[in-house]
């Protein structure tokens, strides 16, 4: 599975981003999707994530009830709306799959190139 995350950009705190991240190559459809981001000087952490059908999501605590994930398998693509954004969500965005849904998982297989996402005070 290749995996591009995009989206990201300069937005003021308070505002909303909607990051997609578009697979190609196996069926989509059969795997599982995280979000991840790492700020500078930062480990990765990960945000959230989306089951195979869509029909099970997790999120971090610091970004429950702000941020949503949601998947279009049709399109090959899984979403990541982010709202009420604060600077402290200023990192470099990623999306990843594995094959099999596990809640709380950070081991995936598959990983895209991030996007940028800033967010000024």
Same mark, same amino acid.
């Given at each position: =599975?290749?995996?591009?995350?995009?989206?990201?950009?300069? $937005?003021? #705190?308070?505002?909303?981003? *909607?990051?997609?991240?578009? #697979?190609?190559?196996?069926? +989509?459809?059969?795997?599982?999707?995280?979000? +991840? *981001?790492?700020?500078?000087?930062?480990? *990765?952490?990960? =945000?959230?994530?989306? /089951?195979?059908?869509?029909?099970? &999501?997790?999120?971090?605590?610091? $970004?429950?009830?702000? +941020? #949503?994930?949601?998947?279009?398998?049709?399109?090959?693509? =899984?979403?990541?709306?982010?709202?009420?954004?604060?600077?402290?969500?200023?990192?470099?965005?990623?999306?990843?799959? *594995?094959?099999?849904?596990?809640? &709380? /998982? =950070?081991?995936?297989?598959?990983?895209?190139?991030? &996007?940028?996402?800033?967010?000024? /005070?």
């Amino acid at each position: =599975v290749q995996l591009q995350a995009c989206g990201g950009g300069l $937005v003021q #705190a308070g505002g909303s981003q *909607r990051l997609s991240c578009a #697979a190609s190559g196996r069926t +989509f459809s059969n795997y599982a999707v995280g979000w +991840f *981001r790492q700020a500078p000087g930062k480990e *990765r952490e990960r =945000v959230g994530g989306i /089951s195979w059908s869509g029909g099970s &999501t997790s999120y971090a605590d610091s $970004v429950k009830s702000r +941020f #949503a994930i949601s998947r279009d398998n049709a399109k090959n693509t =899984v979403y990541l709306q982010m709202n009420s954004l604060k600077p402290e969500d200023t990192a470099v965005y990623y999306c990843a799959a *594995r094959k099999y849904w596990v809640e &709380t /998982s =950070v081991e995936y297989d598959y990983w895209g190139q991030g &996007t940028q996402v800033t967010v000024s /005070s």
